[in-house]
């Protein structure tokens, strides 16, 4: 039979919640804090001229570079096959060359030589499609539909 409850709790300390002047609501107490990802976290930011005309447009990591220039609406490209023919997953974006391949060649775009750099290497295949067209090819010619938003 326990005779005082003082007695049983002599040998812990008392410990406060708010002994510290940098509590927060939000944070932890046990020194831990988890917090969720922030959409600008995941923000990447692109810059475009397209006829001297500057625009940056907010793209998101994992998605195509096609698809954040058609959601900014950037005139000259058409991107007509709109990445690739109708795939069975949805999952095959961006559109890896090698399993359907880039169809029209209409999302060509020109990438900086400082960004081109630190692309993977066009694949064989998207190769071959910006040499079919008649639009002027360049050193750092791409297809937006192949390029995968990251962050570096």
């Given at each position: 039979?326990?005779?005082s409850?003082?007695?049983?709790?002599?040998?812990?300390?008392?410990?406060?919640?708010?002994?510290?002047?940098k509590?927060?609501?939000?944070?932890?107490?046990?020194?831990?804090?988890h917090k969720?990802p922030?959409?600008?976290d995941?923000?990447v930011?692109?810059?475009?001229?397209?006829?001297?005309?500057?625009?940056?447009?907010?793209?998101?990591?994992?998605?195509?570079?096609?698809?954040?220039?058609?959601r900014?609406?950037?005139?000259?490209?058409?991107?007509?096959?709109?990445?690739?023919?109708?795939?069975?997953?949805?999952?095959?974006?961006?559109?890896?060359?090698?399993?359907?391949?880039?169809?029209?060649?209409?999302?060509?775009?020109?990438?900086?030589?400082?960004?081109?750099?630190?692309?993977e290497?066009?694949?064989?295949?998207?190769?071959?499609v910006?040499?079919?067209?008649?639009?002027?090819?360049?050193?750092?010619?791409?297809?937006?539909?192949?390029?995968?938003?990251?962050?570096?």
């Open positions: 039979m326990i005779k409850f003082s007695s049983v709790f002599k040998k812990y300390k008392p410990v406060s919640l708010f002994n510290s002047s509590f927060f609501a939000g944070d932890s107490p046990y020194g831990h804090v969720p922030k959409v600008a995941h923000i930011w692109i810059n475009v001229i397209t006829d001297g005309r500057y625009q940056r447009l907010a793209g998101f990591e994992g998605e195509t570079l096609l698809t954040v220039l058609q900014y609406n950037v005139e000259g490209l058409p991107a007509t096959c709109g990445g690739g023919e109708d795939q069975e997953t949805p999952s095959a974006r961006p559109v890896h060359p090698s399993a359907i391949g880039p169809m029209c060649g209409a999302c060509h775009v020109i990438i900086d030589k400082v960004w081109y750099s630190k692309l290497p066009p694949h064989e295949l998207e190769t071959q910006i040499e079919q067209h008649v639009y002027e090819i360049h050193a750092t010619s791409r297809l937006a539909c192949t390029i995968e938003v990251e962050k570096w």
